[in-house]
């Protein structure tokens, strides 16, 4: 539309200087990181002195299980992703192709079970976990990761699938394959684009998430639950606090950026349009 | 914004909800089916069902620490209903859930909006507000903690330095200026949001009808007004239904940043169910306020259970 006219100016001053505000915060814990402590005291933004350094970025490691702690988040975001992948296109295929009695209730009871808190989960789960020994087991987050994310990957994945050819489904059908077979070999490698999507927003919600991990693990925590220990610590060194923060965010923070378009399908999939 | 209009009730809900009861339609059965569903549902029924009915019957229950759970009747909810830290939890939840989703809302839509006008100029800065999105909630309390800290944060070294002395404050030292870190701090991690559903609907407007407007003469605001504004509207249903739920559901940003204080002046009731179960051990208490917070819920999406229901 730019042949037609010249777009005016106010609007991107208007929001280059709220982006500004945005980022404030982000350039702020920045700099906290590459400055010893004593100048940030005196605010960060002030930089009459200006010393960097990496000294938080070196000593953070060791001070804190920060190792430990990222190792246990890689492998609470991948499994619980994994799980994620996996499922979701087996009952999407269910419901988007199969005819079973109790289809539609348990079609609505699944994919509405995205408004359920996950306060909701946290008792019964807990002297669940308690009673057969997976306290402390990252299984004990994964389980309730996977089995929350259904209802929205579920939803997202048949959504994909109820616009794919049927003819193609139905051509291997003629030549003899069953439906899991059909499953495997026709619809599998065809639905990968909702699949990564599944993925990534699996990924990037398990990696943040707090409550879970904090109350039903004690010495294998991810990253969120260390940094809130951290934080919490009397007297915690700021610039060190820094570096943990942007430690825990870099990661879903670069894959969120960059999959920005899956963001978009997801929410408005969960709104019940197709996204 | 048909859906944000009160669902109906009587007759046709009761002919609504039988209707999921039905035969889906077709005449052949797939048996398979259900073993490609076994695995979902078996994984759905440990991980979401098993725990919302026990948390339905826990709530009737007794139950404190490890002793021995006792029948209690609704007597747990009686106790809510007049417990001040509950009733003071429902006002606080009724601020926060009001105040996060009408600012953010209202930035992510105007940002969106007037981004419309501009969209190739505007790319970098949308994705640098789009951004906080991506930052986790206790991590954003992190730094929204560095921003309000009595002696070197943001805000009070800033007040010192233009010689505003006396506006320096211990904001989270008080419920009512602890309220307010606690409500910017999710705006900012929330608006990218709405900023996304609202844009994904304008940049979907047919380029040929912008272009006609402006051919007929059209100022910048009336497109905004009767163009921008009008295709916007679904991508703001969706947005205020996605952040309402969200902040009914808040936990990581209010324990990262206030752990529910001072003197719980700013526990939601999804803090307070963990405040008493965890916290306090009063698993049958906890339970209670947690089924009202389902409850607040599961009202609240009504609309959207409607509209996702209808799909099928």
């Known amino acids: ?275 | 914004m048909t859906a944000l209009d009160r669902p109906s009730v009587g007759k046709s809900v009761v002919a609504y909800v039988a209707s999921w009861f039905k035969p889906a339609g077709g005449q052949r059965q797939d048996w398979v089916a259900y073993v490609l569903l076994a695995p979902v549902l078996l994984l759905f029924a440990l991980g979401v069902l098993y725990p919302l009915f026990e948390t339905v019957r826990v709530s009737f229950l007794d139950w404190t620490g490890l002793g021995r759970p006792k029948p209690a009747g609704i007597e747990n909810y009686t106790k809510l209903i007049s417990d001040p830290n509950f009733l003071n939890a429902l006002k606080v939840t009724l601020t926060w859930t009001v105040a996060t989703t009408f600012f953010s809302v209202l930035f992510g839509w105007t940002i969106a909006l007037v981004s419309g006008l501009d969209a190739k100029r505007t790319l970098v800065f949308r994705v640098a507000i789009f951004a906080a999105y991506g930052v986790s909630e206790v991590a954003s309390g992190v730094i929204w903690l560095g921003i309000v800290q009595p002696d070197f944060g943001l805000i009070n070294s800033v007040l010192r330095a233009i010689g505003l002395d006396q506006w320096a404050y211990p904001w989270l030292g008080d419920a009512n200026t602890a309220m307010v870190v606690l409500v910017a701090a999710y705006v900012w991690t929330q608006t990218g949001l709405p900023l996304l559903t609202c844009y994904a609907a304008i940049v979907a407007i047919p380029r040929s009808q912008i272009e006609a407007a402006y051919v007929d003469g059209a100022s910048h605001m009336q497109v905004l007004r009767h163009i921008l504004i009008p295709y916007s509207l679904p991508g703001l249903k969706v947005a205020i239904f996605l952040v309402l739920l969200n902040s009914l559901k808040a936990f990581d940003l209010i324990h990262a940043m206030t752990e529910g204080g001072p003197v719980r002046g700013t526990e939601t009731v999804g803090y307070f169910m963990f405040k008493e179960a965890v916290v306090y051990f009063k698993q049958g208490y906890g339970a209670a306020s947690t089924v009202v917070l389902l409850l607040a819920v599961i009202v609240v999406s009504i609309p959207l259970i409607r509209e996702r229901s209808s799909d099928t």
Request: proline share 7%; glycine share 6%.
């Open chain 1, 1 to 275: 539309m730019n042949d037609i006219y010249k777009p005016p100016l106010w609007p991107m001053l208007l929001i280059g200087v709220v982006s500004l505000i945005w980022v404030l915060p982000l350039i702020g814990i920045i700099m906290t990181s590459i400055r010893p402590e004593g100048e940030t005291l005196k605010g960060w933004w002030n930089i009459e002195e200006f010393t960097l350094t990496l000294e938080a970025w070196r000593e953070v490691w060791v001070n804190y299980p920060l190792w430990d702690a990222l190792w246990n988040s890689i492998k609470i975001a991948g499994l619980s992703s994994l799980g994620s992948i996996l499922l979701a296109p087996m009952g999407a295929y269910a419901f988007a192709f199969l005819n079973f009695p109790g289809k539609k209730v348990t079609f609505l009871l699944l994919v509405n079970a995205f408004v359920i808190p996950n306060q909701i989960l946290i008792i019964p789960l807990f002297t669940l976990w308690r009673n057969v020994g997976l306290i402390d087991n990252i299984f004990s987050v994964i389980i309730p990761f996977v089995a929350l994310s259904m209802a929205w990957a579920v939803f997202l994945v048949r959504n994909y699938l109820v616009d794919f050819p049927r003819s193609l489904i139905d051509a291997a059908h003629i030549d003899g394959c069953g439906h899991v077979r059909t499953f495997w070999s026709v619809v599998l490698p065809n639905a990968l684009t909702p699949m990564a999507a599944v993925g990534i927003l699996q990924f990037m919600w398990t990696w943040n998430s707090l409550m879970l991990p904090m109350l039903f693990l004690r010495e294998n925590i991810p990253l969120p639950v260390l940094l809130t220990k951290i934080k919490g610590t009397y007297e915690p060194n700021w610039d060190q606090v820094a570096v943990a923060t942007i430690i825990t965010s870099v990661i879903p923070l670069l894959i969120f950026l960059y999959f920005q378009k899956y963001f978009a399908a997801g929410a408005s999939n969960q709104s019940g349009q197709k996204g």
